[in-house]
């Protein structure tokens, strides 16, 4: 399988910390939804914020860090300019700091497409709408007229994602991208990134400290632990991780139905800090 992604050793240190935040993380991505877990601040959105080279106050090194043919670690901004958006895209959690408050949202989405692409205005607009319908928006004129601030957090993730479309990326990483929806919209959001990595055939990394939806929703997991990764499975196997932090995670989950009483609390080991390198298959 061709790699989206291969990244060996990869350490980030912002400037003036005394500890990385992220060392010696190695992993690949395929053609497939990849899930990075941990608790806060272990080091998943700069992981996944290095992939775009977003980094302006940190120093990244690795062995490799490859994007398919374009090695990340020498490539220069004009190059990144080029890609971003274009090859690759990032969702964040809340689409009001992605979208520009003062322009419609059709007309971000039209002006993003004639960014890489030479056409008309009205041809733009033309695309925008088909992209709006493509996320399952039912009046796609109404909302291309829409301010972000008139739009739901769900319609705003989606006129996101819709711009994403335009370019038909390679790589999308998707930052606690449902997180501040609810749970109908959530599925709806899923279901469409479901279908970028089932029908167009993306590479996704999906950031999030929610363990039941990574197991349900993506193919392999990350689990990342004070910038390190601890453990990389399967996610149908995340019921059956070895890591004790994995474990102490798994066992933090509240379950409906479940035994009445204290959630057990994280027994932190220094062992835990060690390197762990990643089998590839
Ligand atoms: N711009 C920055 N400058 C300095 N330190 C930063 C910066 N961004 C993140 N950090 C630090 O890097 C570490 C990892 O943060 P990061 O945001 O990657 O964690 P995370 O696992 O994504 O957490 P969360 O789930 O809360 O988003 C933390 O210690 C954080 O304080």
């Known amino acids: ?27 690949t991505l395929g053609r497939e939804r990849l899930g990075i877990v941990g608790e806060s601040g272990s080091g998943k959105s700069t992981v996944g914020r290095a992939m775009l080279k977003l980094l302006d106050t940190a120093e990244v090194t690795a062995d490799r860090m490859s994007f398919e043919e374009v090695d990340l670690l020498r490539a220069p901004e004009r190059q990144m ?20 408050p003062i322009q419609r949202c059709g007309h971000q989405i039209a002006e993003g497409y004639r960014r ?75 279901r469409i990134l479901d279908g970028l990595v089932r029908d167009r055939g993306i590479g996704l990394v999906m950031i999030s400290h929610d363990l039941n939806l990574v197991r349900s929703f993506c193919d392999r997991v990350l689990i990342m632990y004070a910038g390190r990764l601890v453990e990389t499975l399967d996610a149908r196997d995340l019921d059956n991780a070895k890591h004790p932090y994995t474990r102490g995670l798994l066992a933090a989950q509240p379950r409906i139905g479940g035994p009445r009483g204290d959630l057990p609390v994280l027994d932190r080991q220094d062992s835990w800090l060690q390197p762990h390198q990643e089998v590839t298959a």
Not at 13 to 21: D, L, S, V
């Open 116 to 190: 890489h692409v030479k056409c008309t205005k009205a041809e733009a607009r033309r695309k925008a709408i088909e992209m709006l319908e493509q996320v399952h928006i039912r009046d796609p004129e109404r909302v291309y007229d829409l301010y972000p601030h008139e739009v739901s957090g769900g319609m705003g993730q989606r006129v996101m994602i819709a711009m994403m479309l335009l370019t038909d990326p390679d790589l999308v990483i998707a930052d606690e991208p449902t997180s501040a929806l609810d749970v109908t919209v959530r599925l709806q959001v899923l």
């Open 1 to 27: 399988m061709e790699n989206v992604l291969d990244v060996r050793n990869l350490t980030i240190r912002y400037r003036g910390a005394a500890e990385p935040a992220v060392r010696d993380v190695s992993f």
């Open 81 to 100: 300019l080029d890609l971003r958006g274009r090859r690759m895209s990032m969702i964040l959690q809340d689409p009001k700091f992605s979208l520009n």
